[in-house]
């Protein structure tokens, strides 16, 4: 089994920035390709980032694009979710994902994951 914990969430006002991190163990993390989603009150959960096992493809949602970056750090079991020029739209949980699956057409999907944390709020204020 996979225990995922987030971190990094709070409060920042519009165009700052926060780095959320997402531990995992149970298993080595570079046998997972991994993800960030978001859920905002009254909406549902939404794809935001994923990354894959070695890192090197990624891929966005295109409202997050150029805007947030997603990365990992393997020998220490996680992954990362830089945020810039945050806007009050962004304000979420954001929950972090991990897949067994190999096929990159599954990675922006909630059912393409087999394991979630519990989530970090970020909350951005104008």
């Known amino acids: 089994q996979v225990q995922l914990v987030e971190s990094g969430g709070g409060l920042v006002q519009a165009g700052g920035s926060l780095r959320l991190s997402c531990a995992a163990s149970g298993r080595t993390s570079s046998s997972l390709a991994m993800g960030w989603f978001r859920q905002a009150p009254g909406r549902e959960r939404e794809f935001v980032a994923t990354?894959?096992?070695?890192?090197?493809?990624?891929r966005y949602s295109d409202s997050m694009k150029g805007r947030f970056t997603i990365s990992r750090d393997n020998a220490k079991n996680t992954a990362y979710l830089q945020m810039t020029s945050l806007k009050p739209d962004d304000t979420a949980v954001y929950y972090c994902?991990?897949?067994?699956?190999?096929?990159?057409?599954?990675?922006?999907?909630?059912?393409?994951?087999?394991?979630w944390g519990q989530g970090t709020q970020v909350t951005v204020s104008s």
């Open positions: 990354i894959n096992r070695s890192g090197d493809y990624t």
């Open positions: 994902a991990a897949s067994n699956s190999y096929s990159r057409s599954t990675y922006t999907s909630r059912s393409g994951y087999n394991y």
